[in-house]
Protein backbone atom coordinates (compact mmCIF):
# COMPACT_ATOMS: atom_id res chain seq x y z
CA UNK A 1 0.00 0.00 0.00
CA UNK A 2 1.59 3.51 -0.81
CA UNK A 3 1.59 6.10 1.82
CA UNK A 4 2.57 9.05 0.87
CA UNK A 5 3.87 11.22 4.04
CA UNK A 6 3.49 15.42 3.41
CA UNK A 7 5.48 18.59 5.53
CA UNK A 8 5.82 21.65 5.20
CA UNK A 9 2.91 23.29 6.07
CA UNK A 10 2.00 26.35 8.66
CA UNK A 11 1.00 29.78 9.32
CA UNK A 12 2.60 32.24 7.35
CA UNK A 13 1.94 36.04 6.15
CA UNK A 14 1.03 37.74 2.85
CA UNK A 15 4.29 37.58 0.54
CA UNK A 16 5.39 34.67 1.87
CA UNK A 17 6.95 31.36 1.26
CA UNK A 18 6.78 28.01 2.15
CA UNK A 19 7.72 24.45 0.84
CA UNK A 20 6.11 21.45 0.84
CA UNK A 21 6.97 17.80 0.68
CA UNK A 22 5.70 14.66 -0.29
CA UNK A 23 7.28 11.67 0.35
CA UNK A 24 6.05 8.33 -1.28
CA UNK A 25 7.17 5.22 0.40
CA UNK A 26 6.63 2.79 -2.29
CA UNK A 27 7.91 2.40 -6.04
CA UNK A 28 4.64 2.67 -7.87
CA UNK A 29 5.11 6.32 -7.47
CA UNK A 30 7.65 6.19 -10.00
CA UNK A 31 4.55 5.26 -13.02
CA UNK A 32 2.47 8.38 -12.35
CA UNK A 33 2.27 12.02 -12.17
CA UNK A 34 2.50 13.68 -8.83
CA UNK A 35 0.96 16.96 -7.74
CA UNK A 36 -0.65 18.88 -5.30
CA UNK A 37 -4.51 19.27 -5.03
CA UNK A 38 -6.13 21.84 -2.00
CA UNK A 39 -9.34 22.78 -0.35
CA UNK A 40 -10.76 25.43 1.42
CA UNK A 41 -13.83 25.39 3.60
CA UNK A 42 -16.71 25.49 1.60
CA UNK A 43 -15.06 24.98 -1.99
CA UNK A 44 -14.69 22.24 -3.88
CA UNK A 45 -11.07 20.59 -4.05
CA UNK A 46 -8.85 21.63 -6.82
CA UNK A 47 -5.38 20.95 -8.47
CA UNK A 48 -3.03 23.65 -7.91
CA UNK A 49 0.37 21.81 -9.51
CA UNK A 50 1.93 18.54 -11.44
CA UNK A 51 4.46 17.08 -12.07
CA UNK A 52 4.94 14.23 -14.78
CA UNK A 53 6.74 11.28 -14.28
CA UNK A 54 10.54 12.10 -15.29
CA UNK A 55 9.81 15.80 -13.79
CA UNK A 56 10.21 17.47 -17.06
CA UNK A 57 6.68 19.01 -17.58
CA UNK A 58 4.32 20.79 -15.17
CA UNK A 59 1.10 22.04 -14.21
CA UNK A 60 0.10 24.76 -12.36
CA UNK A 61 -3.45 26.72 -12.08
CA UNK A 62 -3.78 30.25 -13.20
CA UNK A 63 -4.32 31.13 -9.80
CA UNK A 64 -1.11 30.52 -8.88
CA UNK A 65 1.41 30.76 -12.41
CA UNK A 66 4.24 32.59 -11.99
CA UNK A 67 4.19 32.03 -7.67
CA UNK A 68 4.06 28.11 -7.27
CA UNK A 69 6.56 25.93 -8.75
CA UNK A 70 6.48 22.00 -8.72
CA UNK A 71 9.34 19.63 -8.73
CA UNK A 72 10.17 15.99 -7.78
CA UNK A 73 13.25 14.12 -7.04
CA UNK A 74 12.94 10.47 -7.68
CA UNK A 75 15.96 9.08 -6.07
CA UNK A 76 14.08 10.72 -3.08
CA UNK A 77 10.56 9.33 -4.51
CA UNK A 78 9.33 13.01 -3.00
CA UNK A 79 7.44 15.85 -4.85
CA UNK A 80 7.94 19.55 -3.90
CA UNK A 81 5.46 22.46 -3.99
CA UNK A 82 7.62 25.76 -3.65
CA UNK A 83 4.79 28.75 -3.05
CA UNK A 84 5.74 32.12 -2.72
CA UNK A 85 3.89 35.40 -2.69
CA UNK A 86 1.46 33.81 -0.73
CA UNK A 87 -1.99 35.41 -0.35
CA UNK A 88 -5.03 34.88 2.00
CA UNK A 89 -6.35 33.01 -1.05
CA UNK A 90 -3.71 30.19 -1.19
CA UNK A 91 -4.70 29.53 2.57
CA UNK A 92 -6.43 25.70 2.35
CA UNK A 93 -5.77 21.97 3.47
CA UNK A 94 -2.90 21.02 0.95
CA UNK A 95 -2.79 16.93 -0.76
CA UNK A 96 -0.09 15.72 -2.02
CA UNK A 97 -1.93 13.16 -4.84
CA UNK A 98 -0.79 10.51 -6.99
CA UNK A 99 -1.83 10.28 -10.76
CA UNK A 100 -2.74 14.51 -10.90
CA UNK A 101 -3.41 14.25 -14.82
CA UNK A 102 -6.66 15.61 -14.24
CA UNK A 103 -8.21 18.14 -12.72
CA UNK A 104 -11.16 16.03 -11.76
CA UNK A 105 -10.10 15.39 -7.83
CA UNK A 106 -12.06 11.71 -8.10
CA UNK A 107 -8.96 10.93 -10.82
CA UNK A 108 -6.56 10.71 -7.93
CA UNK A 109 -5.12 7.34 -7.44
CA UNK A 110 -3.75 8.21 -3.81
CA UNK A 111 -4.04 10.84 -1.64
CA UNK A 112 -1.68 12.09 1.65
CA UNK A 113 -3.18 13.19 4.60
CA UNK A 114 -3.16 17.38 3.73
CA UNK A 115 -1.24 19.97 5.08
CA UNK A 116 -2.83 22.85 6.30
CA UNK A 117 -1.80 26.37 4.66
CA UNK A 118 -3.06 29.04 6.58
CA UNK A 119 -1.88 33.22 4.90
CA UNK A 120 -2.77 35.48 7.08
CA UNK A 121 -1.37 38.52 9.03
Known amino acids: QLQLAESGGGLVQPGGSLRLSCAAS????????VGWFRQAPGKERERVSC????????LHADSVKGRFKISRDNAKRTVYLQMTSLKPEDTAVYYC??????????????WGQGTQVTVSS
Open 97 to 110: AVDCRSTNWRSVSY
Open 26 to 33: GSIVDHYA
Open 51 to 58: VNIDGGST
